[in-house]
């Protein structure tokens, strides 16, 4: 028994793994097009922090005044490279700007540096030129305007400190200093909540996004195993053959999900490359989860582990059951493919809110969905919820096993040749032939 | 000659369609038995009640002694069946289905090599069979199925339409293997057809089926002589009524 089990599984991962179909969507698009898209934002985002080092300006300064020197000195000082302009006309310098690799023009009017020592607002005017030039030209734009605020705010400390000679200036400007902490299971961490938030929603989009993927791509595949056997007319053949149908359908799982999750780690591999190229040029936050207790234990791993593993073979349970009904692979993957919609729904509800807080019926109707309960089980490090973790699990393996037992008794009769879905014969009368 | 197959009031009914109206028939053993009648006239819905693929609305089918209901798995182990569109795994190659195939008649990997030998013999693919079944012809694919279900010398192969969409060259090779494998192996066989000539040449004897029963059966020279026909199809003319 246990070698015909042996035989039906390899076959189904030969038979998978060797076809186009899987083998290029579910295996090697997601591990050269993620690390592709990932080097082409992170070599581009590179390029524009290069740029942003290299920042040439174009000035006109009409003011000639002491601030007008001061902020060309500033700007000198900040790896700025100044281009003067003086002797033409603004017109002239758009132009001229325009056709440059020059970041922005600034124009300082006369009449600048007075108004500042007055006390008066000073006008000063920004231009910079629309090239099309994406993220690295916007990102130079708005470092021209940070350094000018920069600039500003030394003009304004400065006269602060001749106002108020006795204080301290940055105190008179921060009259309140706030300090963030949040509490985690009832003790306090020297941690801002919006970290923490910030942390948790990461966690609450990759891992569903990741868990949708297997999900996914199992019940396809699943499905796929079970209508090909029809469309390719195998399945009658295997069908009288002398095995336990019980042990074509545990082959058929098997395969699936041995091969479900070889393309789910491909897909994880090329997620998280794509990721890092994010985390690689922003900032690191580091925050050590143990010592807030928010680490994710041992127990944590294990029950998102197995409340993971029933929700696959929940799905594929699920997926064998419809693709029964199904007479080819399109077919079957048409009346997989909606239930996606179990899958996305809990997802986006675990992603901006509390299942807890929301209304009881809704709450409810979102537990009763079994593929919940691992989104769930994502953040039981963050929440805490052991027991309604391990509820979740007990009540996808009350869901599986029923699934499975349909599955295990269309097989064991002629419904799996016998059932289809006839929809259109519904819609359009046809006569029985 | 002992009983192989025995049908007794065989009922089909799919909704409010009767496929099969209280079929009988009786095959012994050894013997290449022949379903024959027009398309839709009940034939593969009789091979696949056999297979233990379908079941019965009411009536009976026994192979070797067992119920095909009640006794399934032992049928199972009885028989080898072979679809009228059968279909082989277009991602194996050919000594992989057959390997496929063998392991489930045994364990043993000598006796899985000698079955695959047995078949490679019987399809005459040669080196094809290294290839993987998506680049076969529709010919070679068919060679290779009825390979499939002769080589483990199964006590029953059933046969639904043998030779379907085949050229005469194929057809030729095909109808060869049967007749000559059930010789020398004493292999019995049912099969379906409605290419009357082909049956007339490969059978010992065969039910003339229409609407679900049947109509006539006997020895293909027996039919002749007792409807004075000079082959099956005017016999099938003579009983059904279209000559």
Known sequence: MLNDLMNIILKEIKELVRDPKVLLPMIIIPLVMFPLMGFAIQTSMETA??????????????????????????????????????????????????????????????????????GKTADITVYTPFRGGGI?????????????????SGILDQRIREGFPESNATQILNPIKSEDKSIVKGKSADVSPDVLFGLMLSQTTIMPVGMITLLIFAMQLAATAVASEKEEKTLETLLTLPINRTMILAGKLTGSIIVALVGAVAYLIGFSYYMNS???ISSNITIDLAAIGLAPSLASYIILGVSLFMALLSALALAISLSVFAEDVRGAQALVGPLSILFVVPMIFTMFTNINALPFPLSIILLAIPFTHPMLAANVSFTGNYVGAI??????????IIVLYVAAKLFGTEKILTAKLKFQRRIKNIPRD | MSVAVEAKNLVKDFGSVTALDGLNFTIKEGEIFGLIGLNGAGKTTA???????????SGT???????????AAEVRN???????????YKNLSGLEYLKFMASFRTNDKAAIGKLVDAASEISGLGDRLKDKVKGYSKGMKRRLLVARALMTKPKLAILDEPNSGLDVLH???????????????KVTILLSSHNMLEVEYLCDRVALVNKGKVVAQGSPDELKKKFNAVNLEEVFGEVVGFA
């Open chain 1, 49 to 118: 922090q290069q740029s942003i080092g290299e920042t040439s300006i174009a000035l006109i300064d009409q003011d000639e005044g002491s601030f007008a020197l001061s902020l060309q000195a500033f700007m000198t000082a900040n790896n700025f490279s100044v281009t003067h302009l003086d002797n033409i006309s603004v017109e002239d310098a758009l132009l001229q700007v325009q056709d440059s690799n020059l970041s922005s023009l600034i124009i300082i009017p006369s009449g600048f540096s007075v108004n500042i020592t007055k």
């Open chain 1, 136 to 152: 690295a030209e916007s990102t130079r734009s708005s470092t021209v305007n940070t350094l000018l605020n920069i600039f500003e």
């Open chain 1, 278 to 280: 994010f985390m690689g």
């Open chain 1, 391 to 400: 509820g979740g699990i007990a009540y996808m393996a009350i869901f599986t």
């Open chain 2, 47 to 57: 091979l696949r009640i056999t297979s233990t693929l379908l079941l019965p609305t």
């Open chain 2, 61 to 71: 089918v026994t192979v070797f002694g067992h119920d095909v209901v009640d006794e």
């Open chain 2, 78 to 88: 009885m028989i080898s069946y072979l679809p009228e569109e059968a279909g082989a």
């Open chain 2, 171 to 185: 057809s030729v090779h095909v109808r060869t293997i049967i007749k000559r494998y059930a010789q020398e192996h």
